[in-house]
């Protein structure tokens, strides 16, 4: 099995406006084992995204390592696939074209054509091949998303609060595919999401990060939970408690200082 990510004493700084050094990560080590779903957790500002964009091979880290399956990650590749938080289709383009843009980019489409219908099946997206995204829901959209990350197969899939826009019901089913998608194509996942329900129920484990600079705060395994992790379970209760104590989340029972 492939795509297993490795992380050694990463860090990353930028320049505010006011030409101020700002440190976005610290220090940041992590093994992401071949074939696991990993979620990113913790406060806005903390570095999530930016280390997933530092895996796509969209930023460069001036401190520490990071390689796929032994090599040196240098930029983007074919062998990672970017799920964005918005759809980021090409609005001139059909649902199939849309799909189908990274194989014909690379030279690929005449081999690999039956790739896209391939995908468009697995997301549900059957039939729609040639509506543009205008005339789709939000969720449909994401979906045509996600046919068009893994329409390359990828190693690693990596998800920037994809489901962030979509409302509640709508996420839970497209929760459900990633899954689904994740367990069926046998290829890593690492997802930036702040629901900590969203990271318990789609992870084998959570990366718990602090405020700025982002360090790793706690890692906490859950593939010893059977799946799929009941959203209702004392497994994933007593999880989500955790994650949220971990987060100072936790909150306290105070007694009231009137009466009814």
Not at 144 to 160: C, F, N, Q, T, Y
Not at 204 to 216: E, K
């Amino acid at each position: 099995m492939v795509g297993g990510i490795a992380i050694s004493h990463l860090g990353k700084r930028f320049k505010n406006p006011q030409g101020e050094d700002i440190t976005a990560l610290s220090d940041i080590s992590l093994n992401i084992r071949p074939g696991s779903f990993v979620s990113l957790i913790g406060p806005s500002g903390c570095g999530k995204s930016t280390l997933l964009r530092i895996i796509a091979g969209l930023e460069h880290a001036e401190e520490g390592e990071i390689t796929l399956d032994g090599a040196p990650i240098a930029g983007p590749g074919c062998d990672r696939g970017f799920m964005f938080q918005s759809h980021m289709l090409f609005k001139w383009m059909t649902i199939y074209d849309n799909v189908a843009f990274g194989l014909r980019a690379r030279g690929l489409y005449r081999e690999q054509a039956g790739r896209v219908d391939e995908m468009l099946g697995i997301v549900g997206l059957k039939g729609f091949e040639k509506h543009y995204p205008h005339q789709l829901s939000g969720g449909m959209c994401q979906r045509a998303s996600l046919a068009r990350a893994l329409v390359g197969h990828p190693k690693v899939l990596l998800l920037d609060e994809p489901l962030g826009a979509l409302d509640a019901f709508t996420r839970m089913n497209i929760q459900d595919e990633i899954a689904r998608i994740w367990k069926e194509q046998s290829m890593t996942m690492v997802m930036v999401t702040h629901d900590v329900d969203e990271a318990i129920y789609m992870s084998d484990s959570i990366v718990v990060m602090t405020p700025r600079p982002g360090r790793i705060k706690q890692i906490l395994d859950l593939s010893d939970l059977p799946r799929p992790h009941a959203r209702s379970g004392d497994d994933f209760l007593r999880c989500r408690a955790k994650v949220l104590r971990i987060l100072d989340y936790g909150g306290k029972i105070q007694k009231p200082e009137y009466a009814i």
